[in-house]
């Protein structure tokens, strides 16, 4: 029976070993990295309900924020209202060529 020195098995598991620290070490670098790229995008981590909605109940929805005499940016707007992005969009943009909102 032929089989590997005992020095040659415990030479290989300090290698794996080896690489295996290497391996985490890497893997903590990424993950603080990711962890300060969510600390930088403050609101990314909310999760904003979209209903399916018509395009005339978006404006109608929009115009009763306007008409409470609110300010506000898209972003509120849309976790306000709770339509699809696109569609807040356009309609946004009407109001405006409308001239009942303007930015501020």
């Given at each position: 029976m032929i089989r590997p020195r005992r020095g040659s098995k415990l030479r290989q598991l300090e290698q794996d070993v080896g690489a295996l620290?290497?391996?985490v070490d890497s893997l903590h670098r990424d993950v603080e990295r990711l962890r300060e790229n969510a600390d930088a995008s403050p609101g990314d981590d909310q999760v904003i309900v979209v209903r399916e909605m018509s395009k005339e109940e978006v404006r109608a929805r929009v115009l009763g924020i306007f008409d409470q005499g609110?300010?506000?940016d898209i972003a509120e707007l849309h976790r306000l209202v709770g339509c699809d992005i696109g569609v807040l969009n356009e309609v946004l943009n009407e109001l405006m060529a409308e001239r009942h909102i303007e930015e501020a």
């Open positions: 620290r290497s391996r609110v300010t506000t």
